[in-house]
C-alpha cells in the first residue's frame, strides 16, 4: 500500500481523491490545515508522497512545499488550480516533483504518483548522476554521456569512489585503504597509474585535467 500525505483545503475534493486513489492500492490521509500536516510528517517519517494544493488558509503551498524539500526526503506533487507558469516554475525550482493543475482526471494523477516514484526508486538503487557521469554500482557500470565505460576492476572502484566524493580531496592513503581492487595491483604508485588509465578512458587531459584534480601534497578529487 502506497501511503500519500495529502494537503487540501477542499474538502469535497479531498474525500473523492481518497476514495479514487484508493481503488490503486493508495491510501491518503489528508489535512486541511497545512500546519498541521507539517506537524504529522515530523511525527511520521513513513508517507511515500505528498500531494499539496497550493492556496491554503494560513500558510502558502509553496512555503510548505519549500520547507518539506528542505527537511523531508519525501517526494512532493503540487495539484492546484494556480495554473500559471510562474507558480509551475517555482514550485519545481525549490523542490516539487510534479505539477498537476486544476482541474484534471483523477487517473491523471494516479499515473503521475507511480511515476514519480518510478524515479525515486530507480535513484534509491544506489545510481549517483554527476554532470556528465552516471554510477550504476548495483548493475556494476560507469556511463559517461549515456555510453558505458570500459573499466577493469580496480578502476571501477576508484572512479566510483571519486564520483561519490565529488569536490572532496581523496588521499592516496585513504584510497588504499577503503578499495579492495587496488590493493591487488603491484604496481608502484598504484593509485597514480590507476588515476592515469582513467583518465584515458575518460577523455580527461593529464596536463589540464577537466574532471580528476590532482591536488599537490593532498591527493586527488572529481570535479563534475
Known amino acids: 500500500m502506497i501511503k500519500v500525505i495529502m494537503i487540501e483545503d477542499d474538502r469535497e475534493l479531498a474525500e473523492l481523491l481518497t476514495q479514487y486513489l484508493l481503488k490503486f492500492n493508495i491510501s491518503v490521509r489528508n489535512f486541511e490545515n497545512p500546519k498541521r500536516a507539517l506537524e504529522e510528517l515530523n511525527r511520521n517519517k513513513n508517507y511515500d508522497l505528498m500531494i499539496l494544493d497550493l492556496s491554503l488558509p494560513e500558510m502558502d503551498g509553496l512555503e510548505v512545499c519549500k520547507k518539506v524539500a528542505k527537511e523531508e526526503d519525501i517526494p512532493i506533487i503540487i495539484s492546484s488550480a494556480r495554473s500559471d507558469d510562474t507558480d509551475k516554475i517555482v514550485a519545481l525550482e525549490i523542490g516539487a516533483d510534479d ?13 503521475r504518483i507511480q511515476a514519480v516514484l518510478r524515479r525515486k526508486d530507480k535513484q534509491s538503487k544506489k545510481i549517483t548522476v554527476c554532470g556528465e557521469f552516471e554510477l550504476d554500482e548495483e548493475g556494476f557500470v560507469i556511463k559517461k554521456n549515456g555510453e558505458p ?66 591536488v599537490r601534497g593532498l591527493g586527488y578529487k572529481f570535479e563534475c
Not at 505539477?99 to 499515473?111: D, G, I, S, W
Open 99 to 111: 505539477y498537476l493543475a486544476k482541474p484534471y482526471n483523477p487517473r491523471e494523477l494516479v499515473a
Open 149 to 214: 565505460l570500459n573499466l577493469t576492476s580496480a578502476e571501477f572502484e576508484l572512479l566510483s569512489m571519486l564520483i561519490k566524493n565529488k569536490g572532496r580531496v581523496l588521499s592516496r592513503d585513504y584510497i588504499l585503504d577503503n578499495t579492495v581492487h587496488l590493493n591487488y595491483d603491484s604496481i608502484d604508485r598504484t593509485v597514480d597509474v590507476i588515476i592515469g588509465r582513467i583518465r584515458k578512458k575518460i577523455g580527461d587531459d593529464p596536463k589540464n585535467p577537466r574532471y580528476i584534480i590532482s
